[in-house]
Structures are given as structure tokens and as C-alpha cells.
């Protein structure tokens, strides 16, 4: 395709350095922007930094651009911005920055940033934090945590906090004081304790926390040395809301006393320093203990007063019992005085006639044993003689009865039978009966009343009618 003669042509430099010329020329001051700072791109070896920042709006990005921080100037900046915020420059930070705008043909469009507004990021994390403590609120979670029940001895405690904080060995110095009166059982659960990622780190705490809540009485939170930078942690509204609906008492000790974060509002009960937490849980201690030094003083007492009323009431008792026992017996001692002179005049007439009974009983024992026995004589004479007569008629009759069954016996004999024509067949010693029982080629014995005979059987015909 072929350009005119009227067609400029221009150079990717030429433009380049146009565009300079002109962002150089109307936009030749510093500009106070407002953004949220997507990445921050510090890096540490040379200093500089190179933020990526962006504006967003329901979740959709309107515009984004890069910037640049020198060395010195981020430098100055980072120290500011933390020593009034009391936390870093960080990623997802809304805030208020003066920037030049720059184009270089080379490196492109951005801002140069010189200065941040450190309390408009200020008052944005306050905005947020009354934000957040309204939602808390609303909600209805704000007094959870405050509303549990402490044990009256808290003794199984998961901390969470970092082995080598000085906070934390400040806490573990103090209860190792106290160990020998008071027995603490102590966990310690690692988490993070300031800046963006310790949200995270500390509610991955308190659930594995909550996994074994039955065993631990209650948590504490302990943060010591340092200052208050990155502290804002304890204004997010998740971690808020993870302590305060925490199903077990929360003590924080943080360790700082300015403004009280959200966490600290919260728990259960908030301590300055992990130093003072200690001291709670020991006081809980103690005032259990001189709780029962108070009961024993009391208890010692009352059972003095006890057994000194029970003394004086027993002495009492003592002397009614010995009088009324006094007078028993003399009652009783009179009764048997009267009993004794009633016995001794009374038993000669009873002696006498008591015998006089025991000897006609005799007589009468005498006279009835004699009559018995002629009653019982004459009843076995008289059985006798029915037994003498009975037995006779009973034999003469049994022998009646054998003399038929001989005749019986005599007329059914084999050899009478045998007289009379009839035979007893054999075959192999055995009697047949039915001319079923037989075969032909049996050897039949035939037995006469005088001798026998031998026999094959040829042919067998039974009787059909039978």
C-alpha cells in the first residue's frame, strides 16, 4: 500500500517524545490521588518500590496504573505512614498519595510518588474499625465471649502466641513461679501476631483450638515487646467475630494501651500485658484458696461451737439418763422384792399340788396303759382267727384251680395230640406252620407219635381260601 506525498510519517521516538512534551506540560504538578494499592512491589536490596494500583467499584477494575517510590522517599514514607497509622504500607491499602505524572519513551506512563497522607489512611482504618464494631454489634456477637462462664479454676490453658516472644516468656516466667502452689496445664498453639497474614494464622489457631475445646478450660492471646505497629489485625472483623463467638472464655493481653482493638473489646476479659494475664489466672487461683482458708477458718469454728453445744447437751442427757436409770431401778428392784415374797409364800401350796396332779396322772397313766393293752389283745385275737379262715378258703380254692389247669394242660400236650393222628413238621428243627413257609427241595421231618420220617417237598399247592 503506497502513502501520498501529503502522508507524515512519524517515528515510534517522535511519538514518544510528543507525548512527554505534552504530560511534561499539563500535568507539571504534583496531584493528590486516592487508591487502593494492589501490589507493592518494595524491594529491599535496592530500596525502591513500584506499587501496582488500582480503582475498583463492585468488584471491577475502572482504572490501573504503575508508580514508582524512590529509595530515600519510601524510605521516609514507610516511617511516617507507621508512626502515625502504627501499621506498614501494605497491599489492599486504600490511601491518599501525592504522585507526579510522568511518560518516559522508554519506560512508559507512571506516577512518581512523593508523598502518602497517613491520616487519611488513618481516618479510613478508624471508618473501618466503627464499621466493623457497628456489624459486630447488629449481629448480635459482640457480649458471646463475655457472656460464657470462667471455671472457678482455670487451669488448662491454650495460649496462642510465639515461642520466642518476650511476652510470652514473661507469662511462662510467672506461672513457673506459682507452679509449686498452683498446677497450670499449658499448650502452646504458634500463630502470628501482627501484620495482615496474622488474621489467618490466629483463627487457624483458635479452630484447632475448638477441635479440642473439652480439653482446655479457656485461651489466651498474648503479645509482648514492640510497639503498636501492625496491631490492625485485631480490627478485622473476621478475627473479631472468631473470638467473640469463640465457645470458650478468650483473655487477650496484647501488650499495648492505646486504642482498644476490636479482638481486645470482645474477649471475655481484656489484660494489658501477657504479664497481667498471668496474674489473672493466678489470682483465680488464689482466690479459690483463700476462699477455702475462709471455709476451713469458718468450718473449724463451727465444729468448736458444734461439739462444745453437743458437750454441754451430752452432759444433759448424761444426767437425765443416770437419774431416770436410778429410779428404773429401784422401781424394779422393789418389783422383784414383792415377786420374791409372792413366789415364797405361794410356793409350797403350788409344790403340793402340782404332786398331788403328778401322782393321780400316774394312776390314771396306769390304769389307761393297762386297759389298752387287753383292748388291743383281744382285736388280734379276733384278726386271728378271720386270717385262719380266710386263708383256708383261699387255698382250697387256688387248688380247685390248679387241678383245672393240670386237666387243661394234659388234653393240649403234643404227645396226646400226636395219639390222635396228628403230626409236627420240621425243617431244620424248626416247626412250619403255613405251607408258605416251604419250598421245593426242603427236607421236611415229619414227627408221628411213635418215631418220624424224612421227606424232600416236591410241589407246594396252598389253599387259596385262606
Not at 103 to 108: A, L, R, V, W
Request: glycine letters at 4%.
Amino acid at each position: 500500500m503506497s502513502s501520498s506525498k501529503a502522508t507524515s510519517v512519524f517515528t515510534l521516538l517522535d511519538i514518544g517524545r510528543s507525548l512527554q512534551r505534552m504530560i511534561s506540560t499539563h500535568y507539571n504538578k504534583p496531584y493528590w490521588i486516592k487508591t487502593e494499592i494492589a501490589k507493592l512491589n518494595a524491594y529491599t536490596k535496592s530500596g525502591h518500590c513500584y506499587p501496582d494500583l488500582v480503582e475498583k467499584q463492585n468488584g471491577q477494575v475502572l482504572a490501573q496504573m504503575r508508580a514508582i517510590i524512590w529509595s530515600d522517599t519510601f524510605k521516609t514514607i514507610s516511617k511516617q505512614f507507621e508512626d502515625m497509622t502504627k501499621k506498614p504500607i501494605s497491599e489492599g491499602m486504600t490511601v491518599l498519595l501525592l504522585a507526579k505524572v510522568n511518560y518516559h519513551p522508554n519506560y512508559g506512563f507512571s506516577l512518581t510518588i512523593l508523598d502518602i497522607d497517613a491520616s487519611f489512611t488513618l481516618g479510613e482504618m478508624a471508618k473501618e474499625k466503627l464499621e466493623n464494631l457497628k456489624r459486630l454489634k447488629a449481629e448480635g456477637i459482640f457480649d458471646l465471649n463475655k457472656s460464657l462462664t470462667l471455671p472457678k479454676v482455670p487451669q488448662r490453658l491454650a495460649v496462642i502466641s510465639v515461642n520466642t516472644s518476650k511476652g510470652y516468656q514473661d507469662f511462662m516466667n510467672i506461672i513457673a513461679k506459682s507452679h509449686s502452689q498452683f498446677n497450670f496445664k499449658i499448650e502452646l498453639f504458634p500463630a502470628l501476631l501482627q501484620g495482615d497474614k496474622a488474621i489467618t494464622s490466629i483463627a487457624e489457631a483458635l479452630e484447632n483450638i475448638e477441635n479440642r475445646r473439652k480439653e482446655f478450660d479457656a485461651v489466651t492471646i498474648i503479645r509482648g515487646g514492640g510497639g503498636d505497629v501492625g496491631l490492625s489485625c485485631y480490627d478485622s472483623f473476621v478475627l473479631a467475630s472468631k473470638v467473640a463467638r469463640f465457645p470458650l472464655p478468650v483473655v487477650s493481653g496484647i501488650g499495648h494501651s492505646t486504642n482498644e482493638t476490636l479482638v481486645e473489646m470482645v474477649t471475655f476479659t481484656n489484660k494489658i500485658t501477657p504479664t497481667d494475664v498471668a496474674y489473672f489466672f493466678i489470682k483465680a487461683f488464689q482466690d479459690c484458696l483463700d476462699e477455702l482458708h475462709n471455709l476451713d477458718t469458718k468450718f473449724s469454728s463451727l465444729v468448736k461451737l458444734k461439739l462444745k453445744e453437743e458437750q454441754q447437751e451430752l452432759k444433759h442427757i448424761h444426767h437425765d439418763f443416770k437419774t431416770q436409770v436410778n429410779a428404773l431401778l429401784q422401781n424394779h428392784n422393789y418389783q422383784l422384792k414383792e415377786q420374791r415374797q409372792r413366789i415364797k409364800s405361794t410356793m409350797p401350796s403350788l409344790i403340793r399340788s402340782r404332786f398331788d396332779y403328778l401322782q393321780n396322772a400316774s394312776q390314771r397313766l396306769g390304769w389307761l396303759t393297762q386297759q389298752h393293752f387287753q383292748n388291743q389283745r383281744q382285736d388280734l385275737l379276733q384278726l386271728s382267727k378271720i386270717l385262719k379262715k380266710v386263708g383256708k378258703s383261699k387255698i382250697e380254692h387256688q387248688h380247685q384251680h390248679l387241678s383245672y389247669l393240670s386237666s387243661t394242660l394234659n388234653l393240649l400236650s403234643p404227645e396226646r395230640l400226636l395219639k390222635r393222628g396228628y403230626t409236627l413238621n420240621l425243617v431244620n428243627d424248626r416247626i412250619i406252620k403255613s405251607a408258605t413257609e416251604l419250598k421245593p427241595g426242603d427236607r421236611l421231618k415229619t414227627v408221628f407219635s411213635d418215631g418220624y420220617a424224612e421227606s424232600n417237598v416236591v410241589k407246594i399247592e396252598p389253599d387259596e381260601e385262606n
